[in-house]
């Protein structure tokens, strides 16, 4: 993990002269044109509820010296007509206050050196995945805390504080629930122009570990970690609720009468419920549950965007004593910013910088790094009416969901279905403001994570991701684990030195970047490898076929398919075998 701390390096601080100020008005005739022109979209307030100076019962960190925590709220506000945030959906929908501008605030939780002018002028943003903070105790070892790192010990070995870096976390789901140390974001409910409530029907995804009589309809494989949109109850009669045995499966629908809206832990008592669903037979393991129903109350998701732009823009650039970070008034002391975020946290970065929000109201640029982790070729759900921003597609569940659309790749490219050509990049290329990406993955997202669509085009060439692009891919690596730079881990179970590059440190990004990726790529040349050639152990009783497993059918079906996978299997040996005989012509 030492090695998202090098690249961080490799990322921000070799990016000197990027980004900046801008410059005064020189007169008074300019000076009325800069107001008039000015961005009303930004951070109004920034209040801190709470100060732990020092933090970590005073401990200190190499030169840097000692950390202080600050936690709060930042209240921001939006302007729906600028076109920096013409994209949000139902931003236009949202209530406006008596200056015409859309209100919301979110939790913040800053970590900085006491004195911050000793530290490396880094801010570093983990975004956090469901409101916990997924960064802290893998880049700093044996780090604890949680949601809320105090003691001495919860630093681990303290490695990115003696680096004196500027920790910054910040809400911006904006269903996610308060509690457990969570950082949250209140929007504000979208509303129909005459003020009515907005209603539309939607579906959601059941899947079980275990059986259950009754589950929230926001229930997520297990998580309970997405606040549920409320059933419109004159319309809860027209819903319908049907399981499938699979992925592809036809779905079978569960009569109206056996199922109703309610909470009923124990199958027999039900508690009438706008957000749950009760099913006195009882929700299965084995099936794949879709509920189609009326749903009310949108929130204006979006804004998660909105509110994380607009937060890193002012404690970059606000140089008043209303930014905690800023210890001489007229002098901000940040002068590089990189965003990382984890899964469902990587996702929103990738998707932050593809709708263009990499970029201030100002025109400024918002993270001048960026480390995208385990995200594969997903974006997600998070711009939306009704959106769900928890929502992902897997090898059996969510493929209905939005995240899976084109593009996929850093690398401009055309879309075989629809013809149109886009990169990942595109939006922040025309404003200026791309940042540096490293893109991180690790053998589960090749396999459910359409993690080849980042780097393989349709029937080409494995793609050379160049000039603000890089990626890693930890092969064997268990989804979360990143190996440690250049020295044995200090995880079991971890890969390591797969990525050594990028512990080399310096201000020259490209090396840092590229060379782990030429060291460490494995590819067969022309085409994807046969599932015979691909590395993956033989099990004594199982067909490799080459489709992702569904855990939801039964053990029959999988027999009874099993057949049919080492047909397929044969099939794809006997087509590479061709290829090898075609290749020995032409040579």
Same mark, same amino acid.
């Given at each position: 993990?030492?090695?998202?701390?090098?690249?961080?390096?490799?990322?921000?601080?070799?990016?000197?002269?990027?980004?900046?100020?801008?410059?005064?008005?020189?007169?008074?005739?300019?000076?009325?044109?800069?107001?008039?022109?000015?961005?009303?979209?930004?951070?109004?307030?920034?209040?801190?509820?709470?100060?732990?100076?020092?933090?970590?019962?005073?401990?200190?960190?190499?030169?840097?010296?000692?950390?202080?925590?600050?936690?709060?709220?930042?209240?921001?506000?939006?302007?729906?007509?600028?076109?920096?945030?013409?994209?949000?959906?139902?931003?236009?929908?949202?209530?406006?206050?008596?200056?015409?501008?859309?209100?919301?605030?979110?939790?913040?939780?800053?970590?900085?050196?006491?004195?911050?002018?000793?530290?490396?002028?880094?801010?570093?943003?983990?975004?956090?995945?469901?409101?916990?903070?997924?960064?802290?105790?893998?880049?700093?070892?044996?780090?604890?805390?949680?949601?809320?790192?105090?003691?001495?010990?919860?630093?681990?070995?303290?490695?990115?504080?003696?680096?004196?870096?500027?920790?910054?976390?910040?809400?911006?789901?904006?269903?996610?629930?308060?509690?457990?140390?969570?950082?949250?974001?209140?929007?504000?409910?979208?509303?129909?122009?005459?003020?009515?409530?907005?209603?539309?029907?939607?579906?959601?995804?059941?899947?079980?570990?275990?059986?259950?009589?009754?589950?929230?309809?926001?229930?997520?494989?297990?998580?309970?970690?997405?606040?549920?949109?409320?059933?419109?109850?004159?319309?809860?009669?027209?819903?319908?609720?049907?399981?499938?045995?699979?992925?592809?499966?036809?779905?079978?629908?569960?009569?109206?009468?056996?199922?109703?809206?309610?909470?009923?832990?124990?199958?027999?008592?039900?508690?009438?419920?706008?957000?749950?669903?009760?099913?006195?037979?009882?929700?299965?393991?084995?099936?794949?549950?879709?509920?189609?129903?009326?749903?009310?109350?949108?929130?204006?998701?979006?804004?998660?965007?909105?509110?994380?732009?607009?937060?890193?823009?002012?404690?970059?650039?606000?140089?008043?004593?209303?930014?905690?970070?800023?210890?001489?008034?007229?002098?901000?002391?940040?002068?590089?910013?990189?965003?990382?975020?984890?899964?469902?946290?990587?996702?929103?970065?990738?998707?932050?910088?593809?709708?263009?929000?990499?970029?201030?109201?100002?025109?400024?640029?918002?993270?001048?790094?960026?480390?995208?982790?385990?995200?594969?070729?997903?974006?997600?759900?998070?711009?939306?009416?009704?959106?769900?921003?928890?929502?992902?597609?897997?090898?059996?569940?969510?493929?209905?969901?939005?995240?899976?659309?084109?593009?996929?790749?850093?690398?401009?490219?055309?879309?075989?279905?629809?013809?149109?050509?886009?990169?990942?990049?595109?939006?922040?290329?025309?404003?200026?403001?791309?940042?540096?990406?490293?893109?991180?993955?690790?053998?589960?997202?090749?396999?459910?994570?359409?993690?080849?669509?980042?780097?393989?085009?349709?029937?080409?060439?494995?793609?050379?991701?160049?000039? @603000? $692009? #890089?990626? &890693?891919?930890? /092969?064997?690596? %268990?989804?979360?684990?990143?190996? !440690?730079? =250049? +020295?044995?881990?200090?995880?079991?179970?971890?890969?390591?030195?797969?990525?050594?590059?990028?512990?080399?440190?310096?201000?020259?990004?490209?090396?840092?970047?590229?060379?782990?990726?030429?060291?460490?790529?494995?590819?067969?040349?022309?085409?994807?490898?046969?599932?015979?050639?691909?590395?993956?152990?033989?099990?004594?009783?199982?067909?490799?076929?080459?489709?992702?497993?569904?855990?939801?059918?039964?053990?029959?079906? @999988? $027999? #009874?398919? &099993?057949?049919? /996978?080492?047909? %397929?299997?044969?099939?794809?040996? !006997?087509? =590479? +075998?061709?290829?090898?005989?075609?290749?020995?012509?032409?040579?």
């Amino acid at each position: 993990m030492k090695a998202l701390l090098a690249a961080g390096l490799a990322l921000g601080l070799g990016l000197g002269g990027l980004g900046g100020l801008a410059s005064a008005p020189r007169d008074a005739a300019s000076a009325a044109v800069a107001a008039q022109a000015a961005p009303r979209s930004g951070i109004v307030r920034l209040a801190i509820d709470r100060v732990e100076s020092p933090s970590f019962e005073g401990r200190a960190f190499g030169q840097v010296g000692p950390y202080e925590k600050l936690v709060g709220r930042a209240f921001g506000e939006v302007d729906p007509d600028d076109p920096a945030n013409a994209d949000l959906a139902l931003l236009d929908r949202a209530p406006r206050n008596a200056r015409g501008l859309v209100e919301y605030d979110v939790d913040v939780y800053i970590l900085k050196p006491v004195d911050v002018e000793r530290g490396n002028h880094t801010l570093l943003y983990d975004v956090v995945n469901r409101g916990n903070k997924p960064l802290w105790g893998a880049l700093n070892v044996d780090a604890g805390g949680a949601n809320d790192p105090t003691t001495a010990a919860d630093a681990g070995d303290g490695l990115s504080l003696r680096q004196g870096y500027t920790w910054v976390w910040s809400g911006w789901q904006g269903d996610a629930p308060p509690g457990a140390g969570r950082l949250v974001a209140r929007f504000p409910v979208a509303v129909d122009a005459d003020g009515s409530t907005i209603r539309q029907q939607i579906r959601t995804e059941f899947v079980l570990g275990a059986p259950a009589y009754s589950v929230p309809v926001s229930y997520d494989n297990g998580l309970r970690d997405g606040r549920s949109y409320p059933a419109v109850e004159a319309s809860m009669d027209t819903a319908t609720l049907s399981r499938r045995a699979g992925a592809g499966a036809e779905p079978e629908l569960i009569p109206r009468e056996e199922w109703s809206f309610a909470a009923c832990a124990d199958g027999a008592t039900a508690t009438p419920s706008a957000t749950d669903v009760c099913l006195p037979a009882g929700f299965s393991p084995s099936y794949v549950y879709d509920l189609v129903y009326e749903a009310q109350d949108p929130p204006v998701m979006g804004l998660g965007f909105v509110a994380t732009r607009d937060l890193i823009a002012f404690l970059r650039h606000d140089t008043s004593d209303a930014n905690p970070l800023v210890q001489q008034v007229g002098r901000n002391p940040i002068q590089w910013t990189i965003g990382f975020g984890s899964s469902q946290s990587g996702r929103f970065l990738k998707d932050l910088i593809y709708q263009g929000f990499n970029q201030d109201p100002a025109g400024r640029r918002v993270f001048d790094g960026a480390a995208i982790n385990i995200s594969g070729g997903r974006r997600g759900f998070f711009n939306y009416p009704f959106a769900m921003p928890g929502r992902f597609s897997t090898g059996v569940e969510g493929h209905h969901y939005p995240g899976d659309q084109f593009p996929f790749s850093y690398v401009t490219l055309t879309d075989p279905i629809s013809g149109e050509r886009d990169s990942l990049l595109a939006r922040c290329r025309a404003q200026g403001a791309c940042p540096r990406v490293m893109h991180w993955d690790s053998g589960t997202e090749a396999w459910q994570g359409r993690h080849s669509l980042v780097v393989t085009p349709r029937r080409r060439a494995h793609l050379l991701l160049r000039q @603000r $692009a #890089a990626r &890693a891919g930890h /092969a064997g690596a %268990r989804r979360g684990d990143l190996p !440690a730079a =250049g +020295e044995p881990t200090e995880r079991a179970g971890e890969p390591a030195g797969a990525d050594d590059g990028a512990a080399k440190l310096g201000g020259d990004w490209r090396r840092a970047a590229a060379e782990p990726i030429r060291a460490h790529r494995r590819r067969h040349a022309g085409a994807a490898a046969a599932p015979g050639r691909s590395g993956i152990p033989h099990h004594p009783g199982r067909a490799l076929h080459g489709a992702a497993e569904s855990p939801v059918r039964e053990r029959s079906e @999988r $027999a #009874a398919a &099993a057949p049919r /996978a080492r047909h %397929r299997v044969r099939g794809a040996r !006997a087509e =590479g +075998e061709r290829g090898r005989q075609r290749r020995r012509r032409r040579a």
